[in-house]
């Protein structure tokens, strides 16, 4: 049986619904921990923001309809990451200093 290919709407629904608040959840809970000295914490919920985007790509992006979808999902899942990761650089150099450097969003 061939896999179910997903459409754009139903992967910017999944996008929406489950990715992004996911992301916002780990986002906030990190700075919640940084701000309280967490630091083994502040990192496990970096991490469940990278894990959280890997599988939405993995288990929506790819089986998108054709290649332009996919790569429109790739690439909003890595821009949702980026900007969480760009906020939590803010937010660290708060804390402890240091120089940002922002990562550039995907096209």
């Known amino acids: 049986m061939a896999d179910k ?12 619904w489950f990715l992004e608040p996911q992301v916002e959840i780990s986002r906030d809970s990190a700075i919640e921990r940084l701000q309280e000295g967490n630091m083994t914490e502040f990192l496990q919920s970096i991490m469940n923001i990278d894990s959280a985007v ?5 288990n929506n992006c790819t089986k998108a309809e054709n290649e332009e979808i996919r ?4 690439n909003k899942a890595i821009n949702i990451k980026i900007r969480a990761i760009n906020r939590l650089s803010e937010v660290l150099v708060e804390k402890c200093g240091g120089e940002i450097h922002y990562l550039e969003e995907e096209k």
């Open 5 to 16: 290919k997903f459409s754009k709407e139903r992967l910017e629904k999944s996008r929406l």
């Open 54 to 58: 890997e599988h939405h790509i993995i």
């Open 71 to 74: 790569i429109d999902c790739v």
